[in-house]
């Protein structure tokens, strides 16, 4: 029987260490499986930086000053004494004008500037017929040059007046001009909920012409070192961020300024941790992952 009871003890023995044998196999066998199937996914590290948030949008190139030239006198052009593109002071003569109503004697008048500028259009031709009430040309003060454009109702609370802008000019390839805002609409359009805007541009604004198309940069906000992120790693409100086991977790943030391309992060992260910028869309939390770091 003693001899019976040791061989039975062996065999317990053994099936119990093949037990022990199988399960780590069957583990090392999950643990490999786990590995080959953890979804990559690239990652970003959380930094200190200056997050800046800007608009663009179209708008048009004015002069300071637009006026139209009205006769004081019924009358006859007889000549055009000052040329489209000519530069006049108040008071010089525009045209030359002859009264020729009934009952009245031939007597010559001119038109005179009634600022300084430039005739940036003659509206009759000699021999036309002119009233009172009728425009003769159009004069444009170009000493200093303005941009005119119109910013979405939504962002006109992030600007005022003074604000400095960028402008591009499609006709002035490579070149960009300074200026600061001095007019804004105090009413919304309400068509294009849209809030009227009027800038100066600084004195490098040569080459400028009224009529031009430019293409307008504001600057609505800025944070300086603070902790942001990529745009691309939000999720709502939340992002997903590796742990050091590769594995993922979801966390909710409180979000500050949205910049052009990075958010301010107020609080949730740490500065170095890794969020995930792409194929976070696969993710629900707690997967194992393979972070690849995405080159800034």
Do not use: H
Not at 42 to 66: H, L, W, Y
Not at 94 to 106: C, W
Not at 124 to 130: L, N
């Amino acid at each position: 029987m003693s001899g019976l009871k040791k061989i039975l003890i062996l065999i317990v023995i053994i099936f119990v260490i093949g037990i022990i044998l199988r399960l780590t196999l069957v583990k090392t066998r999950t643990k490999i499986v786990m590995e080959k199937a953890a979804l990559p996914v690239e990652v970003m590290p959380a930094k200190r930086a200056d997050v800046v948030r800007t608009c663009m949008v179209i708008g048009s190139i004015v002069a300071d000053k637009t006026v139209q030239v009205f006769p004081e006198t019924m009358g006859k052009v007889i000549e055009i004494l000052s040329k489209e593109g000519s530069y006049v002071k108040k008071g010089d003569r525009i045209l030359k004008i002859r009264n020729e109503a009934i009952g009245f004697e031939y007597e010559d008048a001119y038109v005179t500037a009634p600022i300084n500028g430039t005739i940036a259009k003659v509206l009759v031709d000699v021999g036309s017929t002119v009233a009172p009430q009728m425009p003769l040309a159009m004069l444009v003060d170009i000493s200093r040059i303005k941009v005119s454009f119109n910013v979405p109702e939504a962002d006109a609370q992030c600007f005022k007046t003074n604000t400095r802008i960028t402008v591009f000019v499609d006709a002035l390839p490579g070149k960009e001009f300074n200026g600061w805002i001095t007019e804004i609409s105090p009413v919304v359009d309400p068509l294009t909920k849209t809030v009227g805007v009027k800038a100066i541009i600084e004195k490098d604004g040569a080459g400028l012409k009224p009529g031009m198309t430019a293409r307008v940069l504001l600057k609505l906000g800025e944070k300086k070192n603070v902790i942001a992120i990529n745009n691309d790693a939000l999720v709502d409100n939340s992002v997903f961020v590796v742990k050091n086991d590769s594995t993922t977790e979801r966390r909710n943030i409180k979000i500050g300024l949205r910049g052009d391309e990075l958010v301010e992060i107020e609080d949730g992260l740490n500065e170095n941790e890794l969020v995930v910028v792409l194929g976070q869309q696969r993710l629900a939390g707690g997967e194992k992952v393979n972070p690849i770091v995405r080159a800034r």
